[in-house]
């Protein structure tokens, strides 16, 4: 999976979340995860970004400093989420175990598409 292609997938999926989010309120979607206006909006300017990217910007080294940087914050943002789940007092409602294996598995899966993909990147210019 390239770089771009993780972004237009995840971005995608985050802005529809987000907007999810606002339409149905505050508390936990489908009891599994959490949403509050915090989160959602964090979910529609992420998503706008990844979209961006991964639509929009031609420029692959764009597309994976941003993944990149997004990926990282997701992946401490889980890794936060089991110490303090409300985020320091920035949540109405705390983060649940799905909430925290959903932001690993983002940060996780986006950096192996920026690693994969500068792999790629590199043998294909060495030929």
Same mark, same amino acid.
């Given at each position: 999976?390239?770089?771009r292609v993780y972004a237009q997938v995840v971005g995608v999926v985050l802005l529809l979340l987000g907007v999810l989010g606002l339409l149905l309120g505050d508390?936990?979607?489908?009891?599994?995860?959490?949403?509050?206006?915090?989160?959602?909006?964090?979910?529609?300017?992420?998503?706008?970004?990844?979209?961006?990217?991964?639509?929009? @910007?031609?420029?692959?080294?764009?597309?994976?400093?941003?993944?990149?940087?997004?990926?990282?914050?997701?992946?401490?943002?889980?890794?936060?989420?089991?110490?303090?789940?409300?985020?320091?007092?920035?949540? @109405?409602?705390?983060?649940?175990?799905?909430?925290?294996?959903?932001?690993?598995?983002?940060?996780?899966?986006?950096?192996?598409?920026?690693?994969?993909?500068?792999?790629?990147?590199?043998?294909?210019?060495?030929?």
């Amino acid at each position: 999976m390239t770089t771009r292609v993780y972004a237009q997938v995840v971005g995608v999926v985050l802005l529809l979340l987000g907007v999810l989010g606002l339409l149905l309120g505050d508390g936990l979607l489908l009891g599994l995860v959490n949403i509050d206006i915090v989160e959602d909006i964090i979910h529609l300017i992420t998503g706008g970004l990844l979209a961006y990217v991964g639509f929009g @910007q031609r420029d692959e080294g764009v597309a994976r400093s941003v993944v990149l940087v997004l990926s990282v914050i997701y992946l401490l943002v889980g890794v936060i989420g089991f110490v303090l789940p409300d985020m320091g007092g920035l949540l @109405q409602h705390d983060y649940t175990l799905g909430d925290n294996l959903i932001h690993l598995a983002l940060g996780i899966l986006g950096l192996a598409a920026v690693f994969a993909s500068g792999r790629g990147g590199t043998a294909t210019r060495r030929a």
